[in-house]
């Protein structure tokens, strides 16, 4: 048997990034929800716009404004991606 | 080069850091570092300086040049912006909304030149929405007094106040957040999409896809994104700004 061989930092080490980009994959799941939500405000946009073309700016404007706050939830979930993929804190917790 | 390279970041290939350290000296204890964030936002800082000079200088009232009638329709631009969201008896924001959309908008649109975004630092976004945390809670408090400021916190039941005080923290955390996050993620994709084409050319040995493609992804991840996000920072902060004085307009 050979398993006295192994190197057990590295073994770590390689588990630790192996969940981290499983992590930052399941991480991006929240992608789905301001998706799902800004298709829907945008699709109620350019309902009233059909409806009242006259007030075409304010619609946009605010339309714009609720999607950057709907889009919040998404942008974290993309920093934490960013984050495990980038700058990962749990590397450095691996002991020697 | 192999796929384990593009994974693993070679030494010509994916470089995403934070901003680079380029001096650092002690005051008096303080240790002061310039950061490449900082010494780019002073040369935006002294290019908007020198462009407003220019275009302010020799203003007449009779047969105006081209240049003045650029300065006018900057200036009533962003008035008119802040008279229809905020209402015209904010209009003494307009200077600071007008001057945080260019430092804004410049500081994204850096990145065109090859320079890192001013904004792509956590550090910058977060200036900006902690003054405009101190301007909703100055409005507050001048419009309803000291008194009824701290009553706000309290309504419409006591039992919320520890939710009142997290929402009001969770404002600027959010504002800077999505303002670096829209703009880091940009900057993250491109630089991993020009190192994806500049391994295929290297595979293939012709240049095709190094031409014209990256300038297609520039448009929508620098300039759109780059605007919309300065839009966006200052329209909330219009908002917020403007909310704070409760129902003293409804």
């Known amino acids: ?7 057990y930092t590295e073994l770590s080490r390689a ?32 309902e ?7 007030s075409s700016g304010a619609v946009t ?6 999607c950057a706050v709907a889009e919040s939830t998404g942008i974290y979930g993309l920093l934490v991606a960013l984050l495990l993929m980038f700058a990962n804190p749990f590397i450095n917790k691996v002991s020697g | 080069m192999s796929i384990s390279d593009f994974l693993r970041g070679s030494p010509d290939g994916i470089d995403v850091t934070g901003p680079k350290l380029i001096a650092s000296f002690e005051i008096g204890g303080i240790t002061i570092n310039l950061t490449e964030t900082v010494v780019l936002s002073w040369v935006i800082i002294a290019a908007v300086t020198l462009l407003l000079l220019w275009l302010t200088s020799d203003l007449k009232t009779k047969d105006i040049s081209k240049k003045q009638v650029l300065a006018e329709w900057a200036v009533t631009t962003i008035y008119g912006l802040v008279d229809d969201t905020m209402g015209k008896h904010w209009r003494k924001f307009a200077p600071y909304i007008g001057g945080l959309f260019t430092f804004s908008i410049l500081g994204s649109l850096i990145s065109m030149l090859g320079l890192r975004s001013v904004t792509a630092d956590f550090n910058v976004p977060l200036t900006w929405a902690l003054i405009t945390f101190v301007l909703i809670h100055g409005t507050n408090i001048r419009t309803h007094g000291l008194g009824g400021y701290l009553k706000g916190y309290a ?4 039992v919320m106040l520890p939710m009142n005080i997290l929402s009001e923290i969770s404002t600027p955390v959010s504002m ?31 240049a095709f896809c190094t031409i014209g493609i990256p300038a297609v992804l520039s448009l929508y991840f620098d300039l759109f994104s780059g605007f919309m996000q300065a839009f966006i920072f200052i329209m909330l902060t219009m908002v917020y700004i403007s909310n704070a004085d409760g129902n003293a307009e409804a």
Not at chain 1, 1 to 7: F, I, K, P, Q, S
Not at chain 1, 61 to 66: K, N, V, Y
Not at chain 2, 155 to 158: D, F, L
């Open chain 1, 1 to 7: 048997m050979e398993t006295n061989n192994v190197d």
């Open chain 1, 15 to 46: 588990i630790v990034l192996g969940a981290s980009a499983l992590g930052a994959g399941t991480a991006m799941i929240a992608g789905i929800g301001p998706g799902i939500g800004e298709g829907y405000a945008v699709g109620k946009a350019c």
């Open chain 1, 48 to 54: 009233s716009i059909g409806r009242q073309p006259e």
């Open chain 1, 61 to 66: 404007r605010t339309m714009f404004i609720g």
């Open chain 2, 155 to 158: 309504e419409p039941v006591p």
């Open chain 2, 176 to 206: 800077s957040l999505r303002h670096f996050g829209n703009i880091v993620s940009g900057m993250v994709i491109t630089s991993l999409l020009y190192f994806a084409l500049s391994v295929i050319t290297k595979k293939i040995g012709i």
